[in-house]
């Protein structure tokens, strides 16, 4: 069962000191043997999907079945009830609404002496999406979908790529299909696990390959993004999902107990958390949480979850509860305090945020607007969710005149000599000496 602590406590610091760092650490034995699936698939191509995609997903394919035909996606609108696909158009638009700020300009400024200085922002021509399979192919991850193809639709890629590991039957589920074509994307290939990922990153005979791979997935797939960071660009290296619940003495319990199952019923690995001032309230959320593992959906799953990554932490203070949920850098950090706008100050790590007791986490991942795919494994100590940005790349340029040259010349002629690069060098003052410059 979830354990109960007080903070500060060296019981509590000897948990803490695990959730702190708890970046996962890639066994060797299991990096070698995914290095070893890149490189088979880099000798092989489409033999090696092949062969993969039968050993672990027990599917038969041949090359020309890997991609998904038009008809098979018209088919997929007919299996798929209206509610539904009106739920992934409204889920689209509003993450489009969201995503659509981040967009960034080109820009250029002028300076003394006829300088040009600015940037130009150009999307990557491709993009590879990978959206996990779920329980057989049975539990589409449909909202991860939508938070990968938006952001490169709306970027300007021309060529988005979604893989998938197939079900038995060869097929994908048909609402990945359907919200895969509502929002953008252009080629689906039935092909997931690791190989997909060195499919997306090298290339075979079939599947052409991209400049920017994004998408959650599990350990394999992740230490193959790792393996092709250097080839590609990836979004992040993702762990176990995680939520932290800041909560003061009037916070609903039971709102708190199904935001943590719904973090603990994804992975045994996953942490959920509450850090409370109220006793009381720690009291009634363990006792409710005993009883809804009684009667819920994945309750194995959730019950590792909490045993190994969940607490319900009592601290002196609010304040003192800002400073340990900085420490943790949680992926979602959940306040279900009176006023919580106000607290917005005091955050300095957090991959999202959600404001009050009617923004559970779950809002977040489907329909709210912002970015599902957020950083874990305390990495938001340092960076930031999915956006529109990483299928950008910035382009700076310059232009000097021979007057501005002239007037800063002798300056990048003695930066250069104190590095000691005296080509450097020449190449100013040889132009300073044909215009009659200082020499």
């Known amino acids: 069962m979830i354990r109960v602590l007080n903070y500060p406590s060296n019981k509590a610091e000897a948990f803490l000191k695990r959730i702190f760092f708890r970046i996962e650490e890639f066994p060797q034995k299991l990096e070698r043997a995914i290095r070893q699936i890149g490189l088979e698939v880099r000798r092989q191509g489409d033999k090696a999907l092949i062969e993969y995609t039968q050993r672990f997903d027990g599917v038969s394919l041949r090359p020309e079945e890997f991609l998904v035909e038009s008809k098979e996606i018209e088919r997929a609108y007919e299996e798929i009830d209206q509610a539904l696909l009106e739920a992934i158009r409204v889920a689209i ?36 999406l990978y959206i996990p399979g779920g329980k057989g192919g049975e539990t589409p991850l449909i909202s991860t979908v939508i938070m990968t193809a938006v952001p490169a639709s709306l970027a300007g890629v021309k060529r988005i790529v979604m893989v998938s590991p197939p079900r038995r039957d060869k097929s994908l589920h048909p609402a990945l299909l359907v919200a895969a074509k509502e929002a953008g994307v252009s080629e689906v290939y039935r092909v997931g696990g690791p190989w997909s990922i060195f499919a997306l990153a090298y290339g075979t005979e079939t599947i052409r390959p991209v400049q920017v791979i994004c998408g959650p997935g599990n350990i394999y797939v992740t230490l193959a993004k790792k393996l092709v960071s250097f080839q590609v660009g990836i979004d992040l290296l993702a762990g176990p999902s995680e939520v932290l619940i800041i909560a003061d003495e009037k916070a609903d319990p039971d709102f708190i107990v199904w935001d943590l199952l719904a973090q603990a019923e994804h992975d045994p690995l996953s942490m959920s958390l509450l850090i409370t001032t109220s006793k009381r309230l720690i009291r009634e959320v363990r006792e409710k949480l005993s009883e809804a593992l009684k009667r819920g959906y994945r309750t194995e799953i959730a019950q590792e979850s909490l045993r190994k990554r969940g607490a319900l932490i009592w601290v002196e203070s609010l304040e003192q509860a800002f400073e340990l949920a900085n420490r943790i850098a949680p992926e979602h950090l959940e306040l279900l305090l009176e006023s919580p706008e106000a607290y917005l100050p005091l955050i300095r790590n957090a991959g999202a945020v959600f404001l009050g007791a009617f923004t559970p986490e779950a809002v977040g991942d489907y329909i709210a607007g912002p970015n599902h795919v957020l950083p874990t494994m305390g990495l938001a100590r340092f960076s930031s969710g ?10 700076n340029f310059m232009k000097y005149t021979p007057q501005a040259l002239k007037s800063v010349g002798p300056m990048v002629i003695t930066l250069a000599l104190n590095e000691s690069l005296p080509s450097h060098a020449e190449a ?8 009659g410059g200082d020499k």
């Not at 969201?98 to 990557?124: A, C, N, Y």
């Open 386 to 395: 999915l956006s529109v940005d990483r299928f950008f790349k910035r382009i």
């Open 428 to 435: 100013v003052r040889i132009r300073l000496e044909k215009m």
């Open 93 to 128: 638009e509003r993450v489009k609404a969201f995503h659509q700020r981040q967009v960034p300009l080109s820009w250029f400024e002028s300076g003394d002496g006829g300088t040009l200085l600015g940037q130009l922002i150009r999307p990557v021509e491709s993009a590879g």
